[in-house]
Nanobody
Framework: QVQLVESGGGSVQAGGSLRLSCAASGRSLSIFTMGWYRQTPGKPRELVATITATQLTNYVDPVKGRFTISRDTARNTVYLQMNSLKPEDTAVYYC??????????????WGQGTQVTVSS
């Protein structure tokens, strides 16, 4: 069974940067689509970015040009580099692993998430 462990969250001021990591164990992520979601209290989990097994990336409009998703197959880890952070980026961030349709539908197993807090 795959286990995902997110890390790298923290508190930063607006305009700052953070790099999130998601380490996968139990299964190689090499053939899977990976994604990052985020969730704020009272709201559904929303997709932020995805990267396919062939390195194709996709981002939601609010983070385009500021966030970069990448993957390191040797480390079985996916990253989310977040620059020019805004207070509205504040959320718990989760990574997802699965087929493209499963990741887009959020029909995946979740890790514990990592909190990102951006102050103005």
């Amino acid at each position: 069974q795959v286990q995902l462990v997110e890390s790298g969250g923290g508190s930063v001021q607006a305009g700052g940067s953070l790099r999130l990591s998601c380490a996968a164990s139990g299964r190689s992520l090499s053939i899977f689509t990976m994604g990052w979601y985020r969730q704020t209290p009272g709201k559904p989990r929303e997709l932020v970015a995805t990267i396919t097994a062939t390195q194709l990336t996709n981002y939601v409009d609010p983070v385009k040009g500021r966030f970069t998703i990448s993957r390191d197959t040797a480390r079985n880890t996916v990253y989310l580099q977040m620059n020019s952070l805004k207070p509205e980026d504040t959320a718990v961030y989760y990574c997802a692993m699965g087929s493209p349709s499963a990741v887009l539908a959020a029909k995946v197993d979740w890790g514990q998430g990592t909190q990102v807090t951006v102050s103005s």
